[in-house]
């Protein structure tokens, strides 16, 4: 849980002091002198810098974590704004801007008075008591009640005179911290067990005067601490998202050498690098790799983080089988600069269904290592990661060679059929809930169906018959029967007797089975093997009076 | 996993053992070499698809066999083994670093059994003094065995060919032990129990095969289609850690739930992948068949147990069928633990069946959603109660909606120009003008950035007049009533419209 205190007094109405330009493109056109009137550059506020930076920040998590990362605002001046809760639909920037935007700007007098960031501090840490939904449901099983931690950490953005302001802010941080713990709190809140308190100064360009910055300290075993200070726009943004970095352990990997239509020349085309977000865990395999390939660290520029280059690996257009690649785990990935044009043309190629594999750059040996792939499921983009290196079960024996390899006749046909007839979807929530769950309904699905399954076509006769016993073999691994089914398979047995009286030949498939041999492929006894295995099949599908009733009026049949 | 057999081929080696109950004499050399291929026979049954290597040492090291499953050629290489000079073990760790670093790299694990004959040699003696007594002035441990740890995830087994009570194990045995602690490996020391002789080494070496080298036998089940299965390499205990620690294991009936599209399960990420080898038993055969013949009339000298490779499999027609359909096999494996089984290939000809195993749990998958909501398409009851593969979450993330991100200033001069552009070529695009607009106006307020908006208003009126003059006339109309309105309303919720004008088509 993180909550952003942001400052949204007069002291944040000042201007950023570093002007955007946004005339770059527009040449002057032939109109003669004079047409053309300069535009004003426009400059942020340092809200504005505020606002956009923690914007990236929740662009980030929420991108990388949909769920189970959750961020809150309160916006103070005169009072304190509170700006969405724990609740999961208020986890979205659609519903954060939203409210931003009701706020509107500060208001840039004086008179109004400072904004009160200690009321906004409180306030921050009253709604870390507050329990998450998460919480809340694992608070309710008994045994897991201790368990449950309650951590949180509060960021704080605004421009601040001096040094002293921010020691006081941070005494007064951990005092109410400790005073919060002390009260009695309802089953819906909690104590917080550990607190992160992010001082952010934001300064404009240039800049006043310098505080000092501190790097994390554990002012105690609550209560750890940091005071950040940026100037604004650029800079502040960029050390908010190495903080994103530190804070949820993410680590950047740059795709480098995506070969992409130029813009203005689409006959020709560049080679590009988008650099992305994802979980460290996705490095997990690369990091074990030797220390000295240290190069494939990079630290990136005016940044204060390392990025992984990985080699784009351009995709075989022919590949339409399906290829299973032994990967050992998938997260979620956010691209850093989200509107560039690499990084959304990389992404809506994702999206489309392509997936690309990424390479180790070359090492010495010149060998060639994927290690990663991107793909997108759902219009979400994960980076899975590869095993590396040879595996233990490469070249193993074909099946063929082993038991069972070398029988010929298996009824693969209908067993594909069967595959297609059990194939799962994912059910919804609002479907009753019987007392199983649908995979076990599923389950037992396949344990009817496959009840009496021949595996090879010369060990059955009732499933070579065709169209002759599809009704009944369709009908009987239903959970149930109805009558008028009853009717139908009673309908196919008649049938098959009607048939032998006639004594039409069998399907020719028949022949070859088995059970032929010295006495010969005689009719009658064809005859005889197929109502034995008919009765078999329904002897073992008898779990209903219904199907209880198919079984008898087999057996009477036989019986005249 | 892997393993690699470390001999020691110093002289001390082939010291004669004296055993009075038994006639002949032996070597210790022979009686290490009778334990390796009592392990290998034991592999050859249960693990035949191990990889085996042999590297020999004694001042030096020589590999003998790279990791093979050839076992008959790695017993050739034991039957001529020189005798060389004394033991060196730094020698041995290196030469087994070197080799498995060369084959499997640092993500594999391995397991290194390294066979010795205990005797207090100088270089033991040695190693005692550095590792153990930490003398002033001598090597410190990790200069005199660079190699260790190892630097891949490794079992390593010290065994020493000689008597319990040989007095010089208490000077090697410390060694050893600490040589097994430094290399962060698992694993301890094996001595003969009772005295040296062929029996005991035997089943020293027979207790070793079947702690690490047990296989998984399990059944894959469906109905009344079973078949007993092998996994290799077998699975191991896995701890899934989500808030709290759970100690899963794999069970041994593994039943199939359903099907699913290769495609829509993509490559799903697993803890581990299993080959499944489907098991020869005689006496099971085909039940269908069984039951049909049983009820036939003295028809059982037809019934001749088919050979091995004859007798149908349920492994070989699932592997079949999921190969020509290019579908999947969701089973169950454990409690609330699931896994996919699927037609896999190392080469284009040889393919297999294969089971992944998913992270413990139902979430594990994302795009397949809660794995226990999956249910049979055949038997939902309304087309409203299931949606399709792949599970689309709530929100879209950032990269798949149009966000606005002014970070960079290139970023918010790329959205004028865009919005410019469009603005050009009105009433074609009128649009996606108001559109664009709309998105910057949006960003603006929620980010309060009243500045540009006014700016923006300047841009379109500016733009107004430098309209060349063949632009349609709706062009001029359309941008004053869009800067007009830029400054007027400060609403977030207020999204400006289009000028009607005689212009806009009717419709």
Redesign the interface.
């Known amino acids: 849980k993180t909550v952003f205190v942001i400052d949204h007094g007069p002291i944040m109405a000042r201007p950023s002091d570093s002007p955007i330009e946004l005339d770059v493109f527009n040449k002057p056109r032939g109109h003669g002198p004079g047409a053309f009137i300069p535009v004003t550059p426009v400059c942020k506020s340092l809200w504005t810098c505020a606002a956009e930076a923690s914007f990236e920040y929740c662009r980030i998590v929420w991108d990388i974590y949909p769920t189970g990362r959750l961020i809150r605002f309160m916006i103070c001046d005169t009072k304190v704004n509170p700006v969405g809760s724990w609740g999961t639909n208020q986890q979205n920037l659609t519903s954060i801007t939203y409210h931003f935007a009701q706020l509107g700007v500060p208001i840039p007098d004086v008179r109004h008075g400072d904004s009160n960031i200690m009321h906004g501090l409180t306030a921050a840490l009253e709604a870390l008591t507050e329990c998450s939904d998460a919480q809340l449901e694992k608070l309710k099983s008994p045994e897991n009640k201790s368990k449950v931690h309650n951590r949180g950490r509060v960021i704080c953005i605004s421009s601040f005179r001096e040094d002293g302001y921010i020691r006081n802010l941070e005494s007064f941080f951990q005092e109410t911290v400790i005073q919060i713990n002390q009260r009695n709190f309802a089953p819906t809140h909690m104590p917080i067990h550990h607190c992160d308190f992010v001082v952010v100064n934001i300064y404009p360009n240039p800049p006043t005067l310098a505080l000092k910055e501190h790097l994390r300290l554990d002012l105690s075993p609550l209560l750890s601490c940091e005071v950040i200070s940026a100037c604004a726009s650029r800079m502040l943004a960029s050390r908010l998202v190495s903080l994103v970095l530190q804070h949820y352990e993410l680590a950047s990997t740059t795709v480098t050498g995506i070969p992409m239509k130029e813009e203005q020349n689409a006959s020709s085309s560049a080679n590009y690098d988008v650099e992305i977000f994802h979980p460290v865990a996705a490095h997990a395999d690369i990091l074990k790799l030797k220390v000295n390939e240290s190069a494939l660290f990079i630290m990136k520029e005016g940044y204060g983080y390392k990025t992984v280059t990985l080699k784009w690996c351009t995709p075989r257009a022919t590949s339409n089988s399906v290829e299973m690649w032994p990967c050992s785990s998938a997260y979620r990935i956010s691209p850093v600069d989200v509107t560039s044009r690499p990084s959304s043309c990389l992404t809506n190629f994702l999206l489309g269904g392509r997936s690309v594999m990424l390479e180790l750059p070359r090492s010495g040996t010149g060998g060639r290592t994927t290690s990663h792939m991107l793909a997108a499921h759902g219009g979400e983009i994960f980076l899975h990661s590869l095993l590396i290196g040879r595996s233990v079960i490469e070249d193993p024996p074909s099946i063929s060679e082993g038991s069972g390899g070398r029988v010929t006749d298996y009824r693969i046909p209908d067993f594909g059929e069967l595959m297609k007839e059990n194939k799962l979807v994912p059910y919804l929530f609002t479907e009753p809930a019987g007392p199983t769950t649908p995979v076990e309904r599923a389950s037992n699905r396949m344990e009817r169906w496959t009840q009496y399954w021949p595996m090879t076509i010369s060990s059955t006769i009732v499933f070579n018959m065709g169209v002759h016993m599809e009704s009944l073999t369709k009908l009987i691994v239903n959970e149930e029967l109805t009558d008028d089914q009853v009717i139908e398979c009673k309908k196919v047995i008649y049938n098959l007797l009607a048939i032998e009286s006639r004594n039409e030949p069998l399907p020719p498939t028949c022949s070859g089975h088995r059970d032929r041999g010295a006495k010969g492929n005689r009719r009658e006894e064809q005859y005889r093997i197929l109502f034995k295995e008919c009765e078999i099949m329904l002897r073992h599908h008898c779990r209903s009076e219904q199907h209880r009733r198919v079984l008898a009026c087999l057996l009477e049949c036989r019986s005249k | ?2 393993l690699a057999i470390v001999l020691d081929v110093s002289l001390s080696m082939s010291r004669v053992v004296s055993t009075p109950e038994e006639e002949e004499e032996y070597q210790r050399k022979h009686l290490a070499i009778h334990g390796i291929n009592v392990l290998l026979d034991h592999l050859n049954t249960h693990s035949k ?3 085996v290597s042999l590297v020999v040492f004694s001042s030096m090291y020589e590999i003998l066999s790279s990791f093979t499953r050839d076992y008959d050629a790695v017993r050739a290489k034991l039957q001529n083994i020189e005798d060389r000079d004394k033991t060196y073990l730094e020698a041995a760790l290196h030469g087994v670093s070197i080799l498995i670093n060369d ?6 694990p391995c397991h290194v059994l390294l066979i010795t004959d205990g005797s207090s040699s100088l270089n033991i003696l040695g190693l005692s003094r550095t590792l153990l007594n930490g003398q002033r002035g001598s090597t410190r441990p990790e200069e005199a065995l660079p190699f260790l740890p190892f630097n891949f995830p490794a079992k390593f087994h010290v065994i020493a060919i000689t008597s319990p009570d040989d007095p010089s194990l208490a000077v090697s045995m410390p060694v050893y032990q600490k040589i097994i602690d430094l290399s962060g490996a698992e694993g301890s020391v094996f001595v003969p129990e009772g005295g040296l002789s062929l029996k005991s080494v035997q089943n020293m070496f027979t207790k070793i095969a079947e702690l690490h080298y047990s296989s998984f036998e399990g059944t894959l089940r ?4 079973s ?1 007993s299965i092998l996994l ?2 077998p699975p191991r205990v896995s701890d899934a850690e989500n ?2 620690v759970i100690h899963c294991k794999i069970s041994k009936d593994i ?9 829509d399960v ?6 581990s ?3 499944v ?4 038993s005689a006496n099971k055969s ?1 039940a ?2 069984v ?3 049983a ?2 009339e003295g ?1 059982d000298d ?1 019934l001749a147990t088919p050979e ?15 190969k ?4 999947g ?2 089973c ?1 494996v454990g409690e609330k633990w699931y896994g996919l089984l ?1 037609s ?1 290939a ?2 284009k ?6 089971l ?1 195993i998913f992270e413990p749990g139902t979430k594990c ?17 309304s087309p ?10 709530n ?6 909606q149009s ?7 290139g ?4 959205d ?2 865009k919005i410019l552009r469009h603005a050009r070529k009105m009433p074609d695009k009128t649009q996606h003008f108001y559109k664009e607009l709309n998105r910057l106006k ?2 603006a ?8 908006l006014e ?1 923006m208003a ?2 379109l009126d ?1 733009e107004c ?2 309209l ?1 003059h063949t632009a349609h006339p709706d062009c001029a109309m359309q941008l004053t009533h869009a800067s007009a309105q830029l400054r007027l309303s ?1 609403d ?1 919720r207020h999204n400006i419209t289009a000028l009607r004008t005689k212009f806009t088509p009717d419709d």
């Not at chain 2, 409203?384 to 593969?389: A, D, E, M, N, V």
């Open positions: 996993m892997p698809l191990e990889f084959e499997w790299g640092q993500n594999t469906s109905g009344s289609l078949d290799y390499p808030m709290e039943t199939i739930c359903g099907f699913v599209d290769l495609i993509a490559s799903p990420p697993a803890v992948r299993h080959l080898l489907p098991v020869h085909d269908s068949l039951e049909l013949k009820e036939g028809e037809l091995e490779g004859k007798n149908p499999s349920f492994c070989v027609l699932l592997h079949g069928a999921l020509v359909e290019n579908m096999a969701i169950n699927y896999w190392d080469s000809k040889k393919s297999n069946l294969m992944s998958i994302p795009w397949l959603g809660d794995l226990s909501l999956l249910g049979s398409f055949s038997e939902a009851t409203g109660s299931f949606t399709t593969f792949p599970i689309k979450p929100e879209k993330r950032s990269y798949a966000c606005v991100v002014w970070v960079q200033p970023n918010l001069q790329a004028i120009q949006r960003a307020l929620s980010m309060g950035f009243a500045d540009l700016t300047v841009i500016r007049t430098l060349p400060r977030v």
